[in-house]
C-alpha cells in the first residue's frame, strides 16, 4: 500500500489488486467498503453484557482471574490498563518469546505491567522450533498466499494457544488478549447479528480449518512432524476460554495511546515508520515485503484500510505512517540468514 500514486478506494485507501479481489467501482469505492455500509453490526450495550458476564462468571475462580498477553503495544497496553484499574482483576502478564521480537517489546510490555502491578512472565518458545517453524511458512509454496498473511494467521493461532496453555497448566480460567476488531474477525471469533456477516464468518472459519487441516498434510509431505502442535485445530485447550476485549468495546487507538501516555508512561515502538499506528514483531517486515514485491496488500495494509473505513483513523494518518516508513533492506537480508532461507526474497515470494 506505500505507492500512493496507483489507483486506491477512496474510502479506506485500498488499491485495486486482484489477488485479494478488491475491484473499484466508478466512484473509486471498493467492494469491501460498498459490502461493509450495508452491514449491520451487534449494539455496544449487548457486547459490553456479553463481557461483564464471562468476566463475573470467572472472577475468583483461579489463582488469577486471568492472563492477559502482553506485547508492548498499545492495544495490550490499554487493555491492562482498563482491566487492572476499570474492572480490578487480579492479572498474570505473560509475554510469549518466539526470538524475533525487538527488544522494545519485551522492554514496554515491563514497564506497563510495572506500572499497573501486574506480575509479567516470560513465556520462552524452543528457538529451533521457532526457526523451523517460520523457515517452513516461508518457504511453503502451498500454505502461502501473495500477501503473505498465512504468516500471520498460524503464529497468531500458535501465539494464543500457547498462552492458553500456559493459563491452563496454572489453572487460570481466562486469557485476555487485546487483537483489534479486524484480527478477531478474522480469526472467526467476533459476534455477530447480521445475516451477510454471520456467512462471511463462517466463509472465515472454514477457511481456517482448511488452512490447519492442510498445514498438517505439509508438514507430513515435508517430513516436520515435530512441528504439527505448532499448528492447533482449537484456539484453546479445555478449561480455558478467551476474552478478545475490543470486540465487546469501541476500539478507538488515538484516544488509546493518549490514555497510556499519559497514565503509564507508555511510549510507541517506531520500527516500522516515524509515525506510530501499527507495530509488530521483525518478521513482519519481510512479509510486509513480500507482499509489495507481489503487488498486493498485507495484513498491516488491510488493518489500517478497516479502521479507516470505520472511522477509527484518518487517511492522513495512515498515508503519514507508510510515507514515513523505514527502509528495511538490510534488515530482511539478516532474517533470511537468521530463518536459514537461501536464495533471497525471490525464492520466498
Ligand atoms: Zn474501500
Not at 55 to 78: E, F, N, P, Q, T
Not at 251 to 277: C, D, H, R, V
Request: aromatic letters at 10%; charged letters at 25%.
Amino acid at each position: 500500500m506505500k505507492d500512493f500514486t496507483i489507483k486506491r478506494c477512496q474510502k479506506c485507501l485500498l488499491p485495486e489488486n486482484e489477488p485479494q479481489n478488491i475491484r473499484l467501482d466508478n466512484n473509486l469505492i471498493c467492494n469491501i467498503c460498498r459490502q461493509e455500509a450495508q452491514e449491520v453490526r451487534m449494539d455496544w450495550a449487548e457486547l459490553e453484557a456479553i463481557f461483564e458476564n464471562t468476566l463475573a462468571k470467572h472472577r475468583g475462580k483461579g489463582a488469577y482471574d486471568g492472563v492477559i498477553m502482553m506485547s508492548g503495544g498499545k492495544d495490550s497496553a490499554y487493555l491492562a490498563y482498563l482491566l487492572k484499574r476499570k474492572y480490578k482483576l487480579n492479572l498474570l502478564g505473560v509475554i510469549n518469546d518466539i526470538h524475533y521480537e525487538y527488544q522494545e517489546t519485551f522492554d514496554n510490555a515491563q514497564k506497563i505491567c510495572a506500572a499497573l502491578e501486574i506480575p509479567l512472565q516470560k513465556n520462552t518458545l524452543p528457538k529451533k522450533m521457532m526457526q523451523d517453524f517460520f523457515n517452513f511458512l516461508f518457504t511453503d509454496q502451498e500454505l502461502r498466499d501473495k500477501g503473505h498473511g498465512h504468516i500471520c494467521l498460524y503464529c497468531g493461532r500458535l501465539m494464543i494457544r500457547v498462552a492458553g496453555e500456559y493459563a491452563k497448566a496454572k489453572g487460570i480460567p481466562l486469557v485476555f488478549s487485546g487483537h483489534n476488531p479486524q484480527q478477531v474477525f478474522g480469526m472467526g471469533e467476533s459476534f455477530e447479528v447480521d445475516e451477510n456477516r454471520k456467512i462471511r464468518q463462517q466463509m472465515i472459519i472454514d477457511l481456517v480449518n482448511t488452512a490447519v487441516t492442510k498445514s498438517h498434510v505439509r508438514l507430513r509431505l515435508r517430513n516436520k512432524n515435530h512441528l504439527l502442535p505448532f499448528f492447533p485445530k482449537e484456539l484453546f485447550p479445555a478449561g480455558v476460554s478467551g476474552l478478545f476485549m475490543y470486540q465487546h468495546f469501541a476500539y478507538k487507538p488515538l484516544e488509546m495511546m493518549a490514555t497510556i501516555k499519559k497514565e503509564l508512561g507508555w511510549q510507541p515502538i517506531n520500527k516500522f515508520s516515524k509515525t506510530y499506528i501499527a507495530s509488530g514483531c521483525r518478521l513482519a517486515k519481510l512479509w510486509m515485503h513480500l507482499a509489495g514485491l507481489n503487488n498486493t496488500s498485507n495484513y498491516v495494509d488491510l488493518e489500517l484500510s478497516e479502521q479507516v473505513r470505520n472511522g477509527v483513523l484518518s487517511k492522513d494518518m495512515v498515508k503519514k505512517f507508510y510515507e514515513e516508513a523505514f527502509d528495511a533492506t538490510t534488515e530482511i537480508e539478516g532474517l533470511l540468514a537468521e530463518l536459514n532461507i537461501t536464495g533471497g526474497v525471490a525464492a520466498i515470494k
